[in-house]
């Protein structure tokens, strides 16, 4: 048997199974510097179970970190907390190869795995709060519906004090460390925010009830397990009141200002703006699009007070980069957000009108008019666009108190 890649123990009777993607660079537009991890598990009870698996390319280092342990024909059960490819890309080659006695999922997971597998494996449901009997001990499981797809579930050993919890308290994160602990706590901090704010933050409301339903159920937590990059077992709490914060999305004195520029009028207007904003006491995020992938500006958002947007206008519309993250924003629901739209044009300006109505989809409130200007502005126009960005901030200020 080969042992290029041997499984992690990580508890008692848990060892990690998982593969490491140090290549990837790109999540389904998710940008991924660092690469990821799909982290996959075996508990060595009388029945051997295995949750999760990793994605399709990621077989083998997979099958031989888990023969490492144990025959994978010795797998009893399989668990199936998230049905998202890079965790099912394994499922139906494990099953055949296994024959597991049961695979168990989330009433929503059984359906989804039937969409992705039509006809194959059988799924067995679990319910919220039932637990799964693994001989000499249990699994319980919880449903964390749309955290972040509606088949969520999160597993709990208490035997070993691990919590299994899919995407929630991941982060995109390749390393040879399996642990907290073992990592630097500033890239730790910031790839975790940046997985909260690119994958959670639309379901802050459901991050909220979480966390309170953790704060009931008191499980006593050595591990937290999730399924990309390191586990925590240092910093369980901080993580999770993490959480609980990033989910409140209250806003702090900072503006973030995606915008893009033909000539360089627009770039000299935001530059003008952000002077002001410093004035009125906000700091700023400059954020040309033809440099910054989406995640980055997703990232920005978590914790900003402003979104203020700046374009010219082509051929009648803003200009495609910014149509680009627009979309992207819109769809992660960012809160507790004022805006503002700026903008150099030549003759129509359609660009000004088309980002203050992607601001009101987004439900942004507009707090002042347009600073707009038609070709190049001189230094009064720039003297003008400093006080509107100062504007900008002592509505903030007014706002946040
Ligand atoms: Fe890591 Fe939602 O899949």
Redesign the pocket.
Known sequence: MPKHFQAVKVSEHVYWVGAVDWVSRDFHGYSTPRGTT?NAFLVMADKVTLIDSVKAPFREEFLTRVASVIDPVDIDLIVSN?S?M??TGCLLDVADMVEPSRIVASPMGQKTIAAQFPGRPEVDVVKDGESLDLGNMELRFFETRML??PDSMFSYLADDRVLFS??AF?MHYATCERFDDQLDPFVLDYEAGKYFAN?LMPYSPMVTKLAGRLGELDLALDLVAP??GPLWRKDITGIVEKYARWAKQEPTMKAVIPFDTMWGSTEKLARSIAEGLHDGGACSRLLPMSGTDRATVATEILGAGALVLGSPTINNQMFPRMADILAYLKGLKPRNLIGGVFGSYGWSGEAIGQLTDALGEMQIEVVTEPMKHTFVPDGAVLEQAREWGRGIAEEMGRRIG
Do not use: L
Request: aromatic content about 16%.
């Open positions: 799909y998230h998202e890079d965790h972040h797809w899919q995407d991941g994958i399924d990309h």
